[in-house]
């Protein structure tokens, strides 16, 4: 059981890693005027829910399985994400109008980067905690 929950997990953790991933590049391409802000916010905030649902099952995941430790590394991200869609506007988390003013480019890129690492972090603590659980049913 303890190495399904983990697996799942993995699957989770990669899909949230392709999500970083994405808003990276889309970031990076509103940079450097490849889109307009209009396109980039756009195709970001279809993400946003997935992203939070995908966050939110892993932490839900962990604290059913009681894994105390990872469920706390897993709660703040959660409640970020949480935080970081309730009060948003008709626009949605990206605003086109607002992307380019006072620095938010960068500080969604800034979060998009720290979120990167997140996920990667995550990823190599499930992918050891399942091979911990896999190596003691053999």
Not at 25 to 53: G, H, Q
Not at 61 to 85: G, K
Request: one cysteine or more; glycine letters at 4%.
């Amino acid at each position: 059981m303890e190495a399904a929950v983990f697996i799942l997990a993995l699957v989770d953790c990669c899909a949230l890693i392709f999500l970083s991933v994405y808003f990276i590049i889309t970031l990076s391409d509103l940079e450097c005027d490849y889109i307009n802000a209009r396109a980039c916010c756009s195709k970001l905030n279809k993400w946003v829910i997935p992203e939070m649902v995908g966050q939110c099952l892993s932490t839900m995941l962990m604290l059913v399985s009681m894994h105390w430790f990872i469920f706390l590394l897993n709660l703040p991200v959660a409640a970020w994400n949480f935080y970081r869609y309730v009060p948003m506007g008709n626009t949605g988390v990206f605003d086109p109008t607002e992307i380019h003013n006072r620095g938010q480019l960068k500080s969604h890129m800034k979060e998009a980067m720290i979120k990167l690492g997140y996920h990667l972090l995550c990823f190599f603590i499930y992918l050891y905690r399942w091979d911990q659980q896999h190596l003691q049913t053999c």
